[in-house]
């Protein structure tokens, strides 16, 4: 039985071959969990793996070049969660608008794209900086504006199947009960992909607030238990869902 092997029994977690800290602790807990670990240097023509038992740990390139390369689908929030999530926990407005009605808002303002990295995701200063940095993508592309918050530390949390399963303070100086309670709420009230990370900010004068989502197989441990995180990766990559 798997139980009897090591949870992670029959399942190889593919990886890049750089040496990286935080990656070669989760490495660590799925071989001591019975499970293989395959580096890969040359990731857009990947060995001959069987799909159905590969999970996947790496940057986004990495990971989606892999996936796509194997035939699997990797789990991820909604682009644009953040925008639909009850405003308690944001602690702040948090609007989603085209590109092209940036120039009527007001700055220096948060912006990040609705789809992942299409540019750089910081505060601008200006609609022209703002501009300069989107220079060829389409008006219609959509945004997420937030204001800009006093952070005083921040905390991430791991979800899996609607539990917070390893959490940590990595920066500023803070409880770390606090931010796994709200993480803990945030899982209860959200729609949330099977596993996924939940960051949270301790803002000045308003408390903890939920920050952003990011999906389990990008994200490094920034103090969480890579034991758990490891837990987190089995369900991070599956086969594509057959459509009816």
Partial sequence: MASQRGKFAGLVLVVPEKPDGE????????????????????????????????????????ALVVAQKLGLELICP?????????????????????????RGRIFPVFVKSVVPKLFRSRIYESAAALELECRGLEPS??????????????????????????????????????PREMAAQVAAEVAL?????VDLALVQDRGWALLEFNPTWGAGLNGCAPEAVAECLVFATRLPVAKL
């Fill in 193 to 197: 992909p099977s596993t996924c990370v």
């Fill in 78 to 102: 909604a682009d644009d969660l953040l925008a639909s999530t009850p405003v308690q926990f944001l602690k702040r407005e948090v609007r989603r608008v085209a590109l092209s009605d940036m």
């Fill in 23 to 62: 990656r070669d602790a989760v490495c660590g807990a799925w071989v001591n969990g019975g499970g293989v670990v395959e580096r890969l240097g040359r990731f857009w023509a990947p060995p001959q793996l069987d799909p159905s038992a590969v999970k996947i740990y790496g940057p986004d390139t990495f």
């Fill in 141 to 178: 592309t959509q945004v997420l504006t937030s204001e800009i918050l006093p952070i005083v530390a921040e905390a991430r949390t791991f979800v899996l199947e609607g539990r917070v399963v390893t959490s940590a303070v990595y920066e500023g100086k803070a409880d770390d009960a606090e």
